[in-house]
């Protein structure tokens, strides 16, 4: 199962029990996957579709307090497959669509949001709850951040864009032919859309991947640097056994104090140990600081003999 189907099907489970935050929700839902159409005789069709059971049993949740009549019927389509449909009936229906604001008092549909069903903040959320649970998607964790809600009107678009934009979240549009797309490409907006519809278990998996993503990061990070200063260490103990050769097969041998012909038969005897290791492998063990002045003289003295 897909991560934005998880994330419909844990957002289905939240059913506002105030009647305006139900209204609101349903609105949304309506603006995100509703159709509307004159059917024979001028009666007005309206349909519902979801390709989820989870999502088509939300929305008879939310008509059923309001006494609508509704059918669901199912329907098989290349490439969507088999989609669920909840077609509304009666007058009770169309005054229901008249409140949560897709018709206006003239029954002409209408694809503004009214101020009056987004107003409370409660409410904004539960429409956007809808909406997602209509026309929205997430990437899953792990995956190019990508989040959207696919719209097929423009001005819609743009209100929800100004919708989302007062709960602190950023969203851009992007116009494909014939839909209109309001997404964002930031993590963190994705998580915390997530977490304002209320889907926390997915907001947590998309964090707690985030950060694993993070700490294999640094992990790599480390290691890389780990590597790097490695082959820096190595490369500077051959040098300096090299320069040790080329002192002791010199009569400058006899000539060096006996810290730092101490320091170069250390270094002869362990080649790649790194300075920690081979401070600690002195008799008695020196510091660093120490040793590395040791050696310092011994690569500045074999420089002055391969001078001579």
């Not at 006494?67 to 290349?78: D, H, I, K, P, Y």
């Not at 930031?186 to 859309?193: F, G």
């Not at 002791?248 to 270094?267: G, N």
Request: aromatic share 4%.
């Amino acid at each position: 199962m897909s991560f934005t189907r998880e994330v419909k099907r844990e957002l289905a489970a939240i059913v506002p029990t105030a009647g305006h935050c139900r209204r609101a929700q349903l609105s949304g839902l309506l603006f995100g996957a509703g159709t509307f159409a004159m059917g024979s005789g001028g009666q007005l069709a309206v349909r519902l579709t979801a390709s989820l059971p989870a999502v088509t049993r939300h929305s008879l949740a939310l008509l059923k307090p309001f006494g609508v009549e509704s059918e669901v019927r199912t329907v098989s389509c290349a490439p969507a497959g088999r989609r669920f449909e909840v077609v509304l009936a009666g007058d009770r229906g169309l005054q229901l669509l008249n409140e949560v604001g897709v018709l206006t008092d003239t029954l002409g549909v209408q694809m503004t949001v009214p101020l009056r069903v987004v107003e409370r903040r409660c409410c904004l959320v539960a429409f956007l709850r809808g909406l997602f649970l209509g026309c929205g998607m997430v990437s899953a964790p792990g995956a190019a951040v990508h989040t959207e809600f696919t719209l097929e009107d423009g001005d819609m678009a743009v209100q929800v864009v100004r919708l989302v934009a007062r709960l602190g979240l950023e969203f851009s549009l992007t116009e494909r032919g014939r839909n209109v797309g309001v997404y964002s490409k930031r993590s963190v907006t994705a998580a915390d859309l997530l977490a304002v519809l209320g889907a926390h278990d997915a907001r947590l998996r998309w964090e707690e991947h985030a950060v694993l993503g993070e700490m294999r990061g640094r992990a790599n990070r480390l290691a890389n640097c780990d590597e790097a200063n490695a082959r820096r260490a190595a490369a500077a103990g051959e040098r300096q056994a090299a320069a040790a050769r080329r002192l002791k097969a010199s009569p400058a041998w006899e000539s060096l104090p006996a810290a730092v012909r101490e320091a170069a038969e250390l270094r002869l005897h362990y080649p790649f140990f790194s300075l920690s290791e081979l401070a600690a492998a002195a008799d008695p063990p020196l510091t660093k600081s120490a040793l590395n002045h040791r050696l310092r003289e011994l690569m500045d003295r074999a420089a002055g003999e391969v001078g001579t």
